[in-house]
């Protein structure tokens, strides 16, 4: 079987003890993840070979998140040395009605540095089926943007299935080009895209009609709307997929999900969390639970959403980064088992 490649940045992940805030900190637990990393590591937990690309300092930080990696049986090989330091970010845990944060501290990281040029996409993609990306890979820096730009124009070239995460994050572009330029031109290679609820507005000004992200209103048939019109402005896109997240507070969202193939809807099921333990990577694990059914589930829609909408569902009872789940835990979750109950 072909590789499924994934590029971007992997970082150190530093979080306060349970729900502690960063002022009452005294220690930081550590693990590392990032959004391509995430996807490479829930599609080898499904069985499927991957490599990720990417550019770690040479020193025990970046070989730290190499061994991370590779726990997972996730490839390696490819990842250049350059740079003097690895990404950071700092997560503070929410609860109720108080939202979790973000600080991130990645300026002038090795992957910042990336160079075009660099990387051998031809050679990678010789052994390679699908190439998975995200927008924030573009937002770190202009290096990185060309980077990107060199990857999935050739990956486009050379037939293989291009997929994108719109995933917008305000705290990161600022290098000078505008979200809106840089991301119109990478989409225009893909041929699958996802966003939440609120990244086509951001990015591309397409706002789904009467949706309420913040009050928790969303629905399958609002965003319908949404994924035409990226179909209108992007003719390469063959699937578009948006995952609704309804958020009534910190610890308790619902979430589900919509597939747009070719003009039909295909709605996943709906999952009410009410205890959170980490939402961070939902969008990651949903968009691998989608590859791996867009994939697996050849000429099966409605099957390859409700695994994406499933997957990314227990992704919110999983500490860390990762969607540490097997393809037989998201199946019995399908099959309606949701009691939790202790499997002996």
Not at 19 to 39: H, T
Not at 275 to 292: C, E, K, P, W
């Amino acid at each position: 079987m072909k590789n499924f490649v994934t590029f971007g940045e992997i970082m150190l992940r530093l979080s306060p003890p349970g729900m502690l805030r960063f002022g009452q900190a005294r220690s930081f637990d550590a693990a590392y993840g990032g959004g391509e990393s995430n996807v490479a590591v829930s599609l080898a937990n499904y069985g499927l070979p991957t490599e990720f690309i990417s550019c770690v300092p040479a020193n025990d930080l970046g070989e730290a998140a190499l061994q991370f990696l590779r726990q997972y049986n996730v490839g390696t090989r490819y990842i250049q040395h350059c740079g003097k330091r690895l990404g950071i970010y700092f997560m503070e845990y929410g609860a109720v009605m108080r939202g979790s944060q973000v600080i991130y501290d990645r300026a002038d990281s090795s992957f910042a540095n990336i160079k075009p040029g660099s990387i051998d996409w031809k050679g990678i993609f010789a052994g390679a089926q699908w190439f998975h990306w995200t927008g924030i890979t573009p937002a770190i820096s202009q290096s990185a943007a060309a980077v990107c730009l060199e990857a999935v124009k050739t990956a486009h070239e050379m037939g293989i299935t291009v997929s994108s995460d719109l995933n917008y994050r305000a705290k990161l572009w600022k290098w000078g080009k505008p979200a809106s330029e840089v991301m119109r031109e990478l989409i225009s290679y893909c041929d699958v895209a996802i966003g939440n609820e609120e990244d086509a507005e951001k990015v591309f000004g397409i706002k789904a009609p009467e949706s309420d992200v913040i009050n928790g209103k969303v629905s399958a048939e609002q965003y319908r709307f949404v994924c035409d019109e990226l179909s209108r402005q992007f003719p390469s896109l063959k699937q578009i997929a948006i995952t609704l997240r309804g958020s009534l507070s910190a610890s308790h969202n619902t979430w589900s999900g919509i597939l747009w193939d070719k003009g039909q809807i295909y709605e996943g099921p709906a999952y009410d969390i009410t205890h959170i333990v980490d939402r961070v990577g939902g969008g990651d694990s949903f968009m691998a639970g989608l590859i791996y059914g867009l994939s697996q589930f050849k000429g099966h829609s409605q099957k390859a959403i409700d695994f994406a909408v499933a997957s990314s569902a227990l992704k919110h009872t999983i500490v860390g980064d990762f969607n540490l789940v097997s393809v037989n835990e998201v199946e019995k979750l399908l099959a309606g088992d949701a009691s939790g109950r202790v499997s002996r």
